[in-house]
Nanobody
Framework: QVQLVESGGGLVQPGGSLRLSCKAS????????MAWYRQAPGKQRELVAR???????NYADSVKGRFTISRDNAKNTMYLQMNSLKPEDTAVYYC?????????????WGPGTQVYVSS
Protein backbone atom coordinates (compact mmCIF):
# COMPACT_ATOMS: atom_id res chain seq x y z
CA GLN A 1 0.00 0.00 0.00
CA VAL A 2 1.16 3.54 -0.73
CA GLN A 3 0.35 6.81 0.98
CA LEU A 4 0.86 10.23 -0.58
CA VAL A 5 1.13 13.34 1.56
CA GLU A 6 1.47 16.88 0.25
CA SER A 7 3.08 19.72 2.15
CA GLY A 8 4.18 23.30 1.60
CA GLY A 9 0.87 25.02 0.98
CA GLY A 10 -0.14 28.25 2.63
CA LEU A 11 -0.88 31.92 2.09
CA VAL A 12 1.31 33.96 -0.22
CA GLN A 13 1.00 37.38 -1.83
CA PRO A 14 0.69 37.78 -5.60
CA GLY A 15 4.12 37.55 -7.17
CA GLY A 16 5.40 35.36 -4.38
CA SER A 17 6.63 31.79 -4.39
CA LEU A 18 5.83 28.48 -2.75
CA ARG A 19 7.40 25.05 -2.98
CA LEU A 20 5.11 22.05 -2.64
CA SER A 21 6.30 18.56 -1.80
CA CYS A 22 4.66 15.17 -2.16
CA LYS A 23 6.12 12.24 -0.26
CA ALA A 24 5.18 8.66 -1.10
CA SER A 25 5.55 6.06 1.63
CA UNK A 26 4.62 2.45 2.24
CA UNK A 27 5.89 -0.87 0.98
CA UNK A 28 5.52 -3.23 -1.93
CA UNK A 29 5.14 -0.58 -4.62
CA UNK A 30 6.90 1.40 -7.28
CA UNK A 31 5.86 4.61 -9.01
CA UNK A 32 6.03 5.46 -12.66
CA UNK A 33 4.53 8.88 -13.44
CA MET A 34 3.63 11.51 -10.86
CA ALA A 35 1.60 14.65 -11.31
CA TRP A 36 0.24 17.74 -9.60
CA TYR A 37 -3.41 18.61 -9.98
CA ARG A 38 -5.36 21.51 -8.53
CA GLN A 39 -8.99 22.29 -7.90
CA ALA A 40 -10.41 25.73 -7.22
CA PRO A 41 -13.84 26.17 -5.60
CA GLY A 42 -16.62 25.50 -8.08
CA LYS A 43 -14.23 24.29 -10.76
CA GLN A 44 -13.11 20.92 -12.06
CA ARG A 45 -9.82 19.41 -11.03
CA GLU A 46 -7.14 20.20 -13.60
CA LEU A 47 -3.70 18.88 -14.40
CA VAL A 48 -0.95 21.32 -13.46
CA ALA A 49 2.19 19.37 -14.29
CA ARG A 50 3.25 15.78 -14.86
CA UNK A 51 6.60 14.04 -14.65
CA UNK A 52 7.47 10.46 -15.55
CA UNK A 53 10.02 8.20 -13.95
CA UNK A 54 12.32 9.11 -16.85
CA UNK A 55 11.85 12.85 -16.15
CA UNK A 56 9.62 13.54 -19.12
CA UNK A 57 7.60 16.63 -18.21
CA ASN A 58 4.53 18.48 -19.36
CA TYR A 59 2.84 21.59 -17.96
CA ALA A 60 -0.52 23.23 -18.23
CA ASP A 61 -0.32 26.33 -20.40
CA SER A 62 -1.47 28.47 -17.48
CA VAL A 63 1.60 27.65 -15.39
CA LYS A 64 4.26 27.19 -18.06
CA GLY A 65 7.26 29.39 -17.36
CA ARG A 66 6.23 29.96 -13.73
CA PHE A 67 6.08 26.48 -12.19
CA THR A 68 8.73 23.78 -12.18
CA ILE A 69 8.03 20.12 -11.43
CA SER A 70 10.77 17.77 -10.29
CA ARG A 71 11.20 14.50 -8.44
CA ASP A 72 13.76 12.68 -6.34
CA ASN A 73 13.18 9.00 -6.96
CA ALA A 74 15.56 7.95 -4.19
CA LYS A 75 13.36 9.85 -1.72
CA ASN A 76 10.05 8.97 -3.40
CA THR A 77 9.32 12.68 -3.39
CA MET A 78 7.95 15.07 -6.01
CA TYR A 79 8.17 18.85 -5.88
CA LEU A 80 6.42 21.79 -7.43
CA GLN A 81 8.26 25.10 -7.34
CA MET A 82 5.70 27.85 -7.92
CA ASN A 83 6.94 31.33 -8.78
CA SER A 84 5.18 34.53 -9.81
CA LEU A 85 2.01 33.31 -8.17
CA LYS A 86 -1.31 34.83 -9.20
CA PRO A 87 -4.67 34.93 -7.41
CA GLU A 88 -6.01 32.50 -10.00
CA ASP A 89 -3.49 29.94 -8.74
CA THR A 90 -5.51 29.70 -5.53
CA ALA A 91 -6.66 26.09 -5.20
CA VAL A 92 -6.20 22.84 -3.37
CA TYR A 93 -3.19 21.15 -4.90
CA TYR A 94 -3.22 17.36 -5.08
CA CYS A 95 -0.45 14.86 -5.63
CA UNK A 96 -1.15 11.99 -7.99
CA UNK A 97 0.98 8.92 -8.62
CA UNK A 98 0.79 5.99 -11.00
CA UNK A 99 1.40 3.18 -8.51
CA UNK A 100 2.54 -0.31 -9.46
CA UNK A 101 2.14 -3.15 -6.96
CA UNK A 102 1.12 -6.80 -6.83
CA UNK A 103 -2.45 -5.57 -7.04
CA UNK A 104 -1.80 -4.03 -10.42
CA UNK A 105 -1.42 -0.47 -11.60
CA UNK A 106 -3.61 2.29 -10.24
CA UNK A 107 -3.70 5.96 -9.60
CA UNK A 108 -3.25 7.16 -6.04
CA TRP A 109 -4.07 10.58 -4.56
CA GLY A 110 -2.90 12.58 -1.61
CA PRO A 111 -5.33 14.54 0.57
CA GLY A 112 -4.26 17.88 -0.91
CA THR A 113 -2.69 21.07 0.37
CA GLN A 114 -4.32 24.50 0.21
CA VAL A 115 -2.64 27.34 -1.63
CA TYR A 116 -4.00 30.87 -1.20
CA VAL A 117 -2.64 33.68 -3.33
CA SER A 118 -4.02 36.93 -2.01
CA SER A 119 -2.99 40.34 -0.79
Amino acid sequence: QVQLVESGGGLVQPGGSLRLSCKASGSGFSISAMAWYRQAPGKQRELVARITNADRINYADSVKGRFTISRDNAKNTMYLQMNSLKPEDTAVYYCNADVISLGGRRGSWGPGTQVYVSS
